[in-house]
């Protein structure tokens, strides 16, 4: 099973996939959450509303930093190994991705490094509108890697030139529903995301009684709130890209006829990917059960803990919080793992099968780098989750961005460098 | 052919290499230029912020690349797997010695991601200098010529790195790693010219480089002489500044230049496409990298979030 490069390739892209993906959804989520927070803390000068901007954002570089290093092998090893893609709808599929490459991730990793480096160095409305920014441009990079991906269930918008896909009517790419819908999608699951991350992360300090800024009561109002309205919205989303499914695409016959689209579809494997994809519909849908019922259930935990006496001080009613993350990753990966294998034998729908857009490679070489990056990847996540956990449990005081002067008032400041610059 | 394009390609390509050299570069010498825990975090306090502004350079060209240059692409993937993969891993490696650093207070831990930071630049420089002889000998070969191609471009890196540190890394009076760094530069620019002047000679070798501009490369290689000839003498520290980003542009304008590339007509709606949702970011994108530079140009006083 292990000498097949296709295979490997397969599963190193679905593993690469599913791990930037799970970092990206919590950047998403968290991000608005953040430019939200920062932007009233400025407006009213309100220092615990900054710890809490500190903490969230804390745990948004730790996540972001796993988000970028996945990131990076993603694009690299989309090039690296689905040449074949590359070389027939480079015009195309690529182009988004390039404008993504330049317009959102060039600016967003610049932006995020003045935040990170600027807390002292700029004013505090320059030092929103930096992460201000950084959010926009995280959106923004959504938005092109789903035309991206949309193009590869629903291809529109192009004419074939000697076996080459040649754009003819961007619009019709960047109003694909199959990108319009899946970004709804995306955006509303990602909020779903970070507000149960907040909930838990608040609901175990509030638990513990350890709530001196008032950042955890703010998290689960957050929490209530954003599951109650979008929680809808993901279905909504969701049950709309339903509707292009079972159809045929709109370039269908461009490349290959009726009779051979059936003869590939028919001669396509069955088990694993047909199994994967029946997996990760269940699992979807059981976990969107379990967090739909959420939103409702806190509001009127919420209200009744206004009128019942005695009920606010059983704080323990918030522990099943605490566990819920687990709802919205799950949901998450068994959502790209159904729309992914979904699409199979084809790539891009009715003009390239998986098969034939993998680069030819020798098996040793596709043995070593699977090996090497999912080995990689395995640690580096682990790392990061350890490590978001460790932080999330110490609260505001001892995040990576915690205000160390108050903190440590005599640690030795470095002298004012000279004047040295580069 | 439009050369807008291929110019905006070339311009990441050799902005990436001018800037990410810098802290490649740093990330190398660490072991060199800084002794102790507190040397070499300041190294990385460096390196940081850097980073993040330098690689989307890297990351955009690879966007450019793909969705504007498919052939040129698929050409470049096919002739240089195994090479590329290995600039991804130390690219990876490198980057998540970076992000982690500062996350665990413990020695080990430190000395752990140290050790990235520094396997992972060598890693990268030594795979750049590979894609380059790769590119110009149009497939990687065998030859004198691109063993002695990858060792130049390893040394120019290791210019600019050491350029970078002997201004960036002045700090207390009892850290040598600033005067370290600017005794580097006349090292390592020695190094480079002589690596560079013997390629040049083992050009015309078997399996050397396939040109299309072979007075166009003369050019670039004679004006790459000159800034490391300038960097080797008395003058060394405080040019080098200037003649090693000279100098590392060199290889990314030989490639974009001479090299025997495919070229194939962009097809003009994707093109049109393009720069019509490029050009209104181009000034946020510029506004971001002069400021990032500028605000973190002088050195943090206090622990940042990476150091």
């Known amino acids: 099973m292990f000498e097949d490069p296709l295979l490997l390739a397969r599963l190193q892209f679905a593993l690469t996939a599913a791990t930037h993906y799970t970092f990206v959804a919590l950047t998403l989520g968290l991000a608005p ?27 948004y570089l730790v996540n972001y930093g796993m988000g970028v290093l996945s990131g990076l092998v993603m694009e690299l090893q989309l090039a690296l190994n689905w040449s074949g893609l590359h070389e027939m709808f480079g015009y195309t599929f690529a182009a988004p991705l390039a404008l993504e490459t330049m317009t959102a991730f060039f600016v967003e ?3 995020l490094g003045l935040w990170i480096f600027g807390w002292d160095r700029m004013g505090r409305w320059a030092h929103l509108a930096c992460f201000a ?53 995306i955006v509303t699951s990602s909020l779903v995301v970070g507000a149960l991350v907040v909930g838990a992360v608040s609901a175990y300090h509030l ?71 029946s997996t990760g519909e269940i699992l979807m849908f059981t976990v969107y059960a379990v967090m739909f019922l959420i939103g409702p259930t806190m509001l009127l935990g919420w209200l009744v803990s206004r009128r019942v006496q005695g009920v606010r001080r059983r704080r323990w009613l918030l522990a099943p919080l605490v566990a819920a993350p687990v709802l919205p990753y799950a949901g998450i990966v068994a959502g790209w793992v159904f729309r992914e294998t979904n699409r199979q034998p084809w790539v891009v729908v009715h003009h390239l099968t998986t098969a034939d857009a993998v680069t030819p490679m020798s098996p040793g070489t596709a043995v070593l780098s699977f090996g090497f990056f999912t080995v990689a990847f395995a640690v580096l996540a682990a790392v990061t989750y350890w490590l978001l956990v460790r932080y999330a449990r110490r609260g505001p005081e001892g995040g990576p961005l915690a205000e160390r002067r108050t903190e440590h008032p005599e640690a030795p400041q470095e002298p004012a460098a000279p004047v040295h610059t580069f | 052919m439009d050369p807008l394009s291929p110019a905006l390609l070339a311009l990441l390509l050799v902005g990436y290499l001018v800037l990410a050299g810098a802290d490649v570069g740093l990330g190398m010498l660490m072991p060199h230029v800084a002794r102790g825990t507190e040397q070499r975090r300041r190294v990385v306090a460096a390196i940081a912020p850097y980073f993040l502004a330098s690689e ?112 960036r890394l002045v700090g207390p009076a009892d850290s040598e790693c600033a005067d370290v760094a600017a005794r580097d530069t006349r ?34 290689t004679a004006a790459l002489l000159v800034a490391l000839a300038a960097t080797s003498g008395l003058a060394g520290p405080m040019l080098s500044r200037h003649t090693s980003a000279a100098a590392i542009a060199v ?36 506004v971001g990298q002069v400021w990032l530079y500028r605000m973190t140009r002088r050195p943090a006083g206090a622990p940042t979030f990476f150091a």
């Open chain 1, 207 to 277: 638990i513990r009684r350890g709530d001196p800024h008032g950042v955890f009561g703010r998290g689960v109002r957050y929490t209530a709130i954003t599951m109650a309205l979008t929680s809808e919205l993901v279905a909504v989303f969701g049950g709309m890209q339903f509707g292009y499914f079972g159809e045929d695409p709109p370039t269908s016959g461009l490349t290959y006829t009726a009779a051979e689209i059936e003869a590939v579809e028919a001669a396509s494997e069955g088990g694993l990917v047909r199994a994967a994809n």
């Open chain 1, 33 to 59: 959450y953040i430019l939200t927070t920062q932007l009233v803390a400025t407006l009213r000068g309100d220092r615990s509303r900054m710890t809490a901007v500190r903490f969230w954002g804390g745990l």
């Open chain 2, 56 to 167: 989307v350079w890297l990351v955009g060209a690879v966007g450019v690349l793909a969705g504007l240059f498919p052939v040129l692409e698929h050409h470049v993937v096919t002739g240089l797997w195994p090479v590329l993969a290995v600039l991804l891993a130390g690219w990876l490696v490198r980057d998540a010695g970076l992000w982690l650093r500062a996350r665990v207070d413990g020695d080990r831990w430190r000395l752990a991601c140290d050790g990235a930071v520094v396997a992972g630049s060598w890693s990268l420089a030594s795979a750049w200098g590979l894609t380059v002889a790769g590119l110009l000998t149009d497939g990687l070969t065998a030859s004198p010529f691109t063993v002695l191609c990858a060792v130049a471009v390893m040394a120019l890196f290791a210019l600019r790195g050491a350029a970078f540190g002997a201004e």
């Open chain 1, 133 to 185: 920014v950084v959010t926009a441009t995280a959106y923004a990079s959504a938005w092109w890697v789903l035309v991206s991906n949309g193009f590869l269930r629903n291809p529109v918008g192009f004419e074939m030139v000697d076996g080459v896909a040649h754009m003819t009517d961007p619009v019709a790419l960047m109003t694909n529903p199959a990108a319009v819908m899946a970004f709804g999608h």
């Open chain 2, 187 to 220: 090292v390592f620019a020695r190094t480079a010219l002589g690596t560079v002047a013997l390629a040049a000679a083992s050009a015309p070798l078997p399996g050397g480089p396939a040109l299309s501009a072979l007075p166009v490369a003369a050019a670039l």
């Open chain 2, 251 to 286: 290889p990314g304008l030989l490639v974009a230049l001479a090299a025997r590339l495919p070229s194939t007509e962009i097809p003009s709606t994707v093109e049109v496409f393009v720069w019509a949702s490029l050009v209104p970011v181009v000034p946020v994108m510029f």
């Open chain 1, 109 to 111: 990793s610049t932006f």
